[in-house]
Nanobody, 126 residues
Framework: QVQLVESGGGLVQAGGSLRLSCAAS????????MGWFRQAPGKEREFVAG????????YYADSAKGRCTISRDNAKRTVYLQMNGLKREDTAVYYC???????????????????WGQGTQVTVSS
């Protein structure tokens, strides 16, 4: 089993920044992707960014490119999502997930992820 704990969400004004953290514990995998997704009320869970746990390859949704940076600290088993220039439409619950042996083509697909955290709320006010 893998346990994921997200933190760092909160209320921020439009144009502001937040850094989300996802701490992992439990099993380790030789091949996995750590991904950030978000889900707004009434909408499907959508991909934001991902990072390969071993190789460090990064993936970004078009909406995140230029505004978000995903990084990892292997020693702490923690993944970070730095979000800048936040907009009201970024308001959502942000979830961290682990996809085991996930193909690059599937990184953006939430159904391919095996483990999820409880989520952290991000609210952007105008």
């Amino acid at each position: 089993q893998v346990q994921l704990v997200e933190s760092g969400g909160g209320l921020v004004q439009a144009g502001g920044s937040l850094r989300l953290s996802c701490a992992a514990s439990g099993r380790t995998f030789s091949s996995a992707v750590m991904g950030w997704f978000r889900q707004a009320p009434g909408k499907e869970r959508e991909f934001v960014a991902g990072v390969g746990w071993t190789g460090g390859r990064t993936y970004y949704a078009d909406s995140a490119k230029g505004r978000c940076t995903i990084s990892r600290d292997n020693a702490k088993r923690t993944v970070y999502l730095q979000m800048n220039g936040l907009k009201r439409e970024d308001t959502a619950v942000y979830y961290c997930g682990v996809g085991v042996s996930i193909a690059a083509a599937d990184v953006t697909t939430s159904a391919r992820y095996n483990y999820w955290g409880q989520g952290t709320q991000v609210t952007v006010s105008s």
